[in-house]
């Protein structure tokens, strides 16, 4: 083991990638400049409207630096150690030596609340000692140390220093002696996966098989027999969480059945596809085809049943999870940050398996929508949930909505959210191509420079753009010699057409798309210049006649994004507005608005309550209609100009 | 006090109104044969499959008969009041000595159970004694004595016997004693309004005003101060419920204002209902013209913002309660059958305050679709919750409709439903007719015959009809001589026209309508035949223009019957279903259906998923679309075939 890699893609390594572009080097850089140093005060209790953290204080209570007790979630820990790994990836790109100096602390910190025998989470080492690995069902004891194994990966990669990957090894080891098929160990798995796709980058990193098997052991184990109710037992009937039965609730986290059984995405959809994430890389380094054949399955069911047009995952806030096929409900909707960011990790290592053209699809959906959507421009105030139509007046009134924000919340007590943008932002570079052979696929369309090792040599490929408010992009190849390479270029599923320009010459491309990809071969010169220009319209998409929620209404979308009316622009009461058949709508562009943007206007008409009176249900009369322009704004940019309703399905 | 008597219509006494309908006669007649006797079972712990109710052995331990401990709700008693009730009623229209017998031991039980200082309660007897009147936020202590009294007036009036009326009137002299403006005594009021309502029918029967004054006492009291907040301090900070709050939730039990103050109905919908009928008898009685400004408010609020097309009331199961005006979702509602029946109490209160057909409107459309649709056909099963729009699919799976079932329930662990429907169907003739001086109002349109006294006579009314079918209805008046006075026959607000004749002649009655009734005044002869035929269209029914939930949809009526799409007639996915606009549709009259029944088939264009693909999400291209001929069955009819999806609001 392993006994046959696949032969997958690569990305790229962070340092090797400069992004420079007008639309995310913004974001970049408010993680860098906001986000980071915002969450590190969070994560030390210096933020006064923000619940209490205590993440820092539990591991120098841990490490004997102070005195006092464990405060937070039973996952606090991880908090500072997704802070770590955001940190690792900033680092790879531009060195910032204060911030390092932090982070020294901070893992030197790690390391002095460590056990001896290498075990690492404050909760149990300061609340309940003795009582470890008792609790996997609810108690993200793995997952806290998979994200700890995630930031010492990234940290190691990108300072060369071993104190956290030697932390992390040593616990790695230890869970490594507890858990596996073996007579006297734990046949378990932890209730929210996690640790399966940290292991495997500790694996490609320190090359360990040891941490490959045990991966492997905690997927294959999932979904046998009754291990939630056997521990349970084992513990004396003792629960964590009473709001929820995850004991007993198996498809929650998703251990209703082996995961080679599993057709449909099920439960909580933040474990969902951390699981598939970490399948897919199983299955990368393992070669098993019943792994990847899971994880098409998985796939398949969420992009076809199972995902909102933005790229929001699970339908319920009830267990934060999948619902059934066809039920995405836009009001009621969960469709945490989280589960997309989750998402997106699962397409990228699809895409590294089989370069397809719908992973980026769908991969580019929820970054350029639910993602950015999550992080107000200030980097300061978040969406956990992500509605496709908010009436704030009922927020707060209607208990359906209860988890549903009008605006943008500050750090909030369960921090999963903030750090997960940050850390998938800092290392947005690794999404935008991978490399296999001599194929350099474009995954991503944005501006910057990428050292690419293809065919044999080092080249540096620079992509220009004003993506998303325009689909022409440019590429220059900076080459030693000429070199003989594919550059694939995606052809994305908003596009009604592509034009191909090398050298300022056109060139035919049609006849090479393989998996949604253009594949351009040829023997590139240094300095060749590439222009490649993907129609942008306006594209009325509707939903699948399944789908009560969309049907008889449209969304709009140009380019990756999708938009939304708002009642800033349109005015109260969203939903009498029905957009005119067959009409094109217009692109404006608005650069003074929230930082510039495209704004769509479409004519529509208006429901108008003048002249109806006061009865609330009469015989069939004409209301009375106005024509009007409705504005829309793309989804991302909702709720920026204070509460106030939002629509993305508009009938039609 | 009374200061000054409203003059105010009366209802019949049930005694005097024999229904004889085709549509009606078989509901009531399953009352007497299978509710009651099955509620009897229920009571008595022998129904195998219903949760154990214990009320009568509760009353039983209380009364020292048998040895044992309360179990069940903290209202248990009311159980057996509502039971009661309702056979006092069915005792009014047909004598039955062996129901009667049955009755008169429980009364002898009740009589036993009773404190000697007139306290009847078993929870607090056997389980809490000492705790009485700790805890009137959560503990239905005062409504539960409610049900009493109310059940003690409907036997006290059908059979002359006075021992219940007594066991109720010491418990009223005694509650008397404990509550009340003086200094010494509580100054507070029950979480859930019933007494209120139930003093006033006290007072009505036995001229007592101490009664009235004593409901007046409560309804003024309420909203004052912070007395739920007072009285959790004073017992020690101890809660009975823990699911919600109803010690500061204050909307909750409507104490957020006092009651002239509250604009909107709000909160859990029964006690809003059950609160606004009280206010009503009150003004009645006292002529408190502010009182009755109160329910116009209350009720205008209610039918013009709050109200579903069925007569449902409540949008949300969180508190089952009233949310915000114009928020009226279709398949996450509440609209408890016990509100609807609340809200006809209400309506028939108002209509003997001023004869407006508004009133009778929101009775009839309540009465024909919820209440009808909250009781299956053999009496047995039940809806607490009464959809507008079901997807079975997602019922226990989308947790948002974990209150929703697509088939009705046999007997309910909190069984407040089904002994709600009993007695409305029991005491039906009150709510037929109205009289005040010489007129006659009609509210219903029921076949049966009533002694009426009117004008100085007692006269026999009959009507006969096949009501909902049709709208022709004809009226005998058999009187001992010719007699001056008005047959006032409302005039349904979904009619499109109607047409009399006295004795076979045409009669002009347009320049006579008063609030919306024909006011037929002549000097009838005896035998003198009418005939008032509405005609009876398929109205396509739009709601406000701002409510969310039924922009660009249609819901067919006829009659006061709401219509719906059914699976089982329809197929799958009844949301591909759209209604051509313009077209009148048929009524078919299916005999052996249900029972038989009128449906309607309207024609529609359905989409279909045939020829779309995989692809969750797509830019416009056209569906397939098929005409199909959709088919409705009275809302009141539905889940009569198994489970099956359900809808009332259509696409146009």
């Known amino acids: 083991m392993p006994t046959q890699q696949l032969k997958a893609a690569n990305t790229l390594p ?6 420079q572009d007008s639309f995310w080097s913004p974001y970049i ?15 030390n209790d210096r933020i006064p409207e923000a619940e209490p953290s205590h993440a820092i204080r539990n591991l120098k209570i841990a490490a004997g630096d102070e005195e006092g007790e464990f405060y937070g979630m039973v996952f606090q820990d991880s908090d500072v150690a997704k802070w770590l790994e955001a940190v690792g990836y900033l680092l790879e790109t531009d060195s910032d030596p204060e911030l390092e100096q932090l982070a020294d602390e901070v893992i030197d910190l790690i390391g002095r609340a460590q056990r001896a025998d290498g075990y690492l989470n404050t909760y149990y080492t300061l609340k309940e000692p003795g009582k470890e690995w008792t609790n996997l ?17 990234a940290y190691y ?6 104190k956290i990957l030697d932390i992390v090894c040593r616990f790695a080891d230890y869970i490594d002696t507890v858990f596996g098929p073996e007579p006297g160990k734990i046949q378990g798995y932890d209730g929210h996966q996690e640790i399966e796709l940290a292991l495997v980058k500790l694996y490609r990193v320190t090359g360990n098989e040891a941490y490959l098997r045990l991966s492997q052991f905690f997927l294959e184990q999932r979904g046998h027999g009754d291990f939630y109710l056997e521990e349970y037992e084992k513990r004396g009937k003792t629960r964590h969480w009473y709001n929820a039965d995850m004991i007993n609730d198996k498809k929650y986290s998703q251990t209703h059945l082996p995961i080679r059984q599993q057709d449909a995405a099920e439960g909580h959809a933040v474990r969902a596809v951390y699981m598939a994430t970490g399948i897919a890389d199983v299955a990368m380094e393992t070669g098993d085809s019943s792994m990847l054949d899971a994880c098409r399955k998985l796939w398949h069911n969420i992009v076809s049943k199972r995902m909102y047009i933005t790229g929001g995952i699970g339908s319920m806030a009830f ?8 039920d995405l409900p836009n009001d009621t909707v969960y469709a945490e940050t989280c589960a997309s960011i989750g998402l997106i990790f699962f397409a990228r290592r699809m895409l590294q398996i089989e370069p ?4 980026a699809d769908v991969m580019e959906r929820a970054l ?3 993602v950015v959507a999550g992080m107000a421009k200030d980097g300061k105030h978040f969406f956990y949930v992500n509605p496709l139509e908010v009436w704030p007046d009922a927020c707060g009134v209607n208990h359906i909505y209860d988890h549903v924000k009008p605006v943008r919340q500050g750090w909030f007590g369960c921090a999963c959210c903030p750090p997960n943008i940050a850390r998938l932002l800092s290392s947005l570079g690794e999404y935008v191509y991978t490399v296999q052979d001599d194929t350099i696929y474009t995954h991503l369309y944005m501006g910057g420079k990428a050292k690419v090792e293809v065919a044999g040599q080092t080249i540096v490929l620079e992509q220009r753009s004003e993506f998303p408010w325009n689909g022409h992009v440019g590429f220059t190849v900076q080459s030693k010699s000429d070199l003989e390479f594919t550059l694939a270029l995606r052809v994305p599923n908003w596009t009604s057409g592509c034009e191909l320009f090398v050298n300022g010459e056109a060139v035919e491309w049609e006849h090479t798309v393989t998996h949604g990809y253009a594949m351009i071969k040829r023997v590139w010169a240094p300095g060749d210049q590439v222009i490649w220009s993907m129609t942008m319209p306006i594209l009325r998409m509707k939903g699948h006649p399944l789908l009560r929620e969309t049907i008889g209404k449209a969304a709009l979308q140009r380019g990756p994004l999708v938009y939304c009316l708002e009642e800033a622009d349109n005015g109260k009461h969203l939903h009498q507005i029905r957009l005119l058949a067959g009409e094109e709508g217009k692109v404006v562009s608005k650069p003074a608005l929230l930082g510039g943007m495209n704004v769509l206007q479409m004519p529509a ?3 108008s309550d003048e002249q109806w009176g006061s009865e609330l249900y009469r015989a069939d009369r004409a209301v009375k209609q106005e024509l009007i322009e409705a504005e829309y704004i793309p989804y991302y940019a909702w709720a920026n100009r204070g509460p106030g309703e939002m629509m993305v399905w508009v009938r039609e």
Do not use: M
């Open 157 to 162: 990669k990108s300072t060369g220093k071993r």
């Open 356 to 359: 397809k053209s719908e992973y």
């Open 29 to 43: 850089d408010l993680v860098r400049q906001v986000v980071i140093p915002y969450q590190w005060d969070a994560l």
């Open 319 to 326: 267990g934060e999870a999948f619902s059934l096929d066809y």
């Open 605 to 607: 008409y208006r429901d």
């Open 368 to 370: 350029y929508n639910t």
């Open 14 to 19: 962070i340092k090797d990638i400069h992004i």
């Open 137 to 153: 069902c609810e108690c993200h004891e793995l997952y806290t140390a998979g994200h700890f194994i995630e930031a010492a990966v």
